[in-house]
């Protein structure tokens, strides 16, 4: 299981930027992904996450409205739309997947965002 993760960057306050998750080695139209982040001496956090099928998704409340999770199964990719950027926004974000069967989760390496003037 690989996952990479890009697009992170330097965003001026109420920006955008749209973060990619590239997976492979697992039936990635098969499996939730979710995207997490982490700012420096904070407990990685919950952004979004996106059922299999169905694509039903759900926000942790400080993104809902300004962040869109997404999935192209054909590409095995997985998208955050990140938009009306916040200083407090500024995390390592990593993509994330859980594999039920073997009763763990895999991790991408982060990218990093930046919300800063």
């Known amino acids: 299981v690989q996952l990479v993760e890009s697009g992170g960057g330097l965003v001026q306050p109420g920006g955008s930027l749209r973060l990619s998750c590239a997976a492979s080695g697992f039936t990635f139209s098969s499996y939730i992904m979710s995207w997490y982040r982490q700012a420096p001496g904070k407990e990685r956090e919950l952004v979004a996450a996106?059922?299999?099928?169905?694509?039903?998704?759900n926000y942790a409340d400080f993104v809902k409205g300004r962040f869109i999770i997404s999935r192209d199964n054909a590409k095995n990719t997985v998208y955050l739309q990140m938009n009306s950027l916040k200083p407090e926004d500024t995390a390592v974000y990593y993509c994330?997947?859980?594999?039920?069967?073997?009763?763990?989760?895999?991790w991408g390496q982060g990218t990093q965002v930046t919300v800063s003037s």
């Open positions: 994330k997947t859980r594999s039920v069967a073997q009763g763990r989760d895999y």
């Open positions: 996106i059922s299999s099928i169905s694509g039903r998704t």
